[in-house]
């Protein structure tokens, strides 16, 4: 229909003659932020204490004077609810936070590309997008593409300024320069697209692993933290200071009937990790610093974060064993706040080593240096054949171990 209609000379954008049935309005849109919100305790109160809902309504409408984003957004919110609900969550925490940073982010435009950062996602194949289990590299690559889909879209929209192209382009960027589409790194990276990554992890972290169990979203400081200097920089201090205002709560959901299971499965956890760490020491040896080959720096600097981030914990050594050893063997139920935390670190630390075996298989696909392939292969085997541990059945009823 497209391709007969755009045989003749429009006098206006094709969107322009284009209606969508119950199509979102500026009062539409603001009320999905009320019930959003307020579905769940956690945001209800940061919304209460920290948003500004008159300056929430005038984005809504200022969102809503431009015809093709109401018409993407509409089309997200009825075909993938989820990704709408998650640019909800970052508009919304996002102005909060912006406004820590008033010299550097542009608080209306940052909510224009917060809105609309994945309208790339429907034009990705769905059966791509709902596949369970694995994707291929292909498949992998499609995903990846959405960023510059949504870029396209939003530059060629006249009253929008760059700044909001640029964060949809690069909110899967990195500071490390893992992210995608193009690996770019540190200070060739805009500030808004570094805040909505951040609050993409936040949301998908917080949605799929806290709150379906009620748990506060202050519990994702320890993750926050250990990703703070080597992902997130300077806008993840703001979120970590505004999670700090958050009530702390002491609960923790490990029965002393189970206190040993949980513990001997943080120290299966501990040693999987520093089987993987002395591989990934060996891959980062042989590739050495070759700062003028992006991929291979890349790599080595998703190596290095993984470092960086046991540092920062500090629960991957032995002195952290001989901890975990006297919790056990005393029963020092006071302390299983502390071993839930050093489980969900483990966990972060685990996401980023599946990462860099990602990273290895897209490396390898491309042109490297000969002397480099079979160590980089030999690296990927080696990381492949080092069995995640599995979890004791009885412990699949605690949230923790449904992340």
């Not at 500030?191 to 379906?212: C, M, R, T, W, Y």
């Not at 299971?261 to 120290?267: F, G, H, N």
């Not at 054949?385 to 599995?390: N, T, V």
Request: hydrophobic share 45%.
């Amino acid at each position: 229909m497209v391709d007969k209609i755009t045989r003749f000379k429009l006098l206006k954008p094709l969107e322009s003659s284009v209606v969508i049935e119950n199509e979102l309005t500026a009062g539409i849109l603001l009320e999905c932020f009320s019930v959003y919100l307020n579905n769940n305790p956690c945001t209800a109160s940061i919304n209460e204490r920290f948003a500004d809902q008159a300056e929430l309504k005038s984005f809504c409408h200022h969102f809503c004077q431009f015809a093709l984003l109401r018409q993407k957004l509409t089309v997200l919110s009825l075909v993938m609810p989820a990704i709408f609900e998650q640019a909800i969550f970052c508009a919304w925490l996002g102005t909060i936070l912006t406004r820590q940073l008033p010299n550097l982010i542009d608080r209306r435009d940052f909510f224009l590309a917060a809105l609309c950062h994945d309208i790339g996602m429907v034009h990705i194949d769905g059966q791509v997008l709902n596949k369970e289990g694995s994707l291929t590299l292909e498949e992998w690559k499609q995903i990846q593409s959405h960023p510059i889909i949504g870029y396209n879209i939003v530059k060629e929209i006249a009253g929008i300024n760059g700044s909001v192209a640029k964060a949809i382009l690069e909110h899967h960027e990195n500071l490390d320069g893992t992210g995608y589409p193009r690996g770019r790194m540190g200070s060739s990276l805009g500030n808004e697209g570094q805040l909505l990554n951040l609050l993409d992890s936040v949301n998908a972290i917080f949605n799929k692993h806290f709150k379906p169990f009620n748990r506060s979203m202050r519990e994702l400081l320890p993750i926050m933290q250990m990703n703070q200097h080597s992902r997130f920089g300077m806008v993840a201090r703001h979120l970590i200071m505004l999670l700090k205002e958050l009530p702390q709560g002491t609960q923790h959901s490990i029965p002393s009937e189970l206190a040993d299971e949980v513990i001997t499965a943080v120290k299966e956890r501990n040693a999987y990790i520093a089987k993987c760490v002395d591989v990934s020491a060996e891959i980062a040896s042989a590739i050495g610093l070759r700062h003028d080959d992006p991929t291979l720096a890349s790599l080595q600097n998703a190596i290095i974060h993984i470092t960086m981030s046991i540092t920062q914990s500090g629960i991957i050594n032995g002195a952290y064993i001989r901890w975990l050893d006297q919790v056990q063997s005393e029963k020092l139920n006071h302390a299983y706040k502390e071993v839930e935390e050093a489980y969900l670190m483990m966990q972060e630390i685990i996401y980023h080593i599946d990462k860099l075996k990602r990273q290895l298989q897209l490396c390898l696909e491309k042109a490297v240096p000969d002397n480099l392939t079979t160590a980089l292969a030999t690296g990927l085997t080696r990381l492949d054949r080092i069995a995640l541990p599995s979890i004791n059945p009885q412990l699949e009823k605690l949230w923790l171990f449904n992340l």
